[in-house]
């Protein structure tokens, strides 16, 4: 078995006991050094002491089974605003919501799409372009998916709406 995959199903039941939510676990290798990242979640969102807390407890299980073995680091996180979309129960979870979608393999030469998430809908996941087209792809052929935040959203919406009355300039006179 693999060590991502040894991680996870240590991780699982730990984070299940604490109310968390096991968003992904990432094995990477920079240079010399190893690293295991452990994606945490829960309503409201993880904490920094939640993070230790879980990193200490993983650490333990790690070492104590010898899962990975020499040196490694482990970085235990929230998966941020760009939060990866890893199961289907994610894709319903995210429905609606602006994802940028990578597939395994080339549908009409195309690899990347970024759009609405729609689904899921008998173990697809759907994509819906700005410009209206649907993609639907089996679970299996998405290689990667993640939420695209923009931060800035919320005021261009406001700022369109109001858009019949006039901006103050900024500079001097």
């Not at 991680?7 to 039941?13: E, F, K, S, T, Y």
């Not at 993070?51 to 929230?78: P, W």
């Not at 602006?98 to 998430?117: C, F, P, Q």
């Not at 209206?132 to 800035?152: C, M, S, Y």
Request: charged share 30%.
């Amino acid at each position: 078995m693999e060590a991502r995959e040894e991680v996870r199903q240590l991780a699982v039941p730990l984070a299940d006991e604490s109310g968390f939510e096991l968003v992904d676990v990432e094995f990477a290798v920079l240079g010399r050094q190893r690293v295991v990242r452990v994606l945490l979640d829960k309503p409201g969102g993880v904490t920094v002491g939640d993070c230790a807390i879980f990193s200490r407890r993983l650490a333990d299980c790690l070492d104590m089974n010898q899962t990975i073995a020499g040196s490694y680091r482990l970085e235990v996180s929230s998966p941020g605003i760009d939060r990866p979309i890893r199961t289907l129960e994610a894709v319903a979870r995210f429905a609606g919501s602006k994802v940028a979608l990578t597939t395994h393999e080339a549908r009409d030469g195309r690899r990347n799409y970024d759009g609405t998430l729609l689904g899921p809908v008998d173990g697809r996941a759907g994509i819906r372009t700005e410009a209206g087209e649907e993609h639907w792809f089996e679970w299996a052929e998405v290689k990667a998916a993640r939420l695209i935040v923009d931060p800035w959203g919320e005021a261009r919406k406001a700022r369109g709406a109001s858009s019949n009355t006039p901006h103050p300039r900024g500079g001097s006179r």
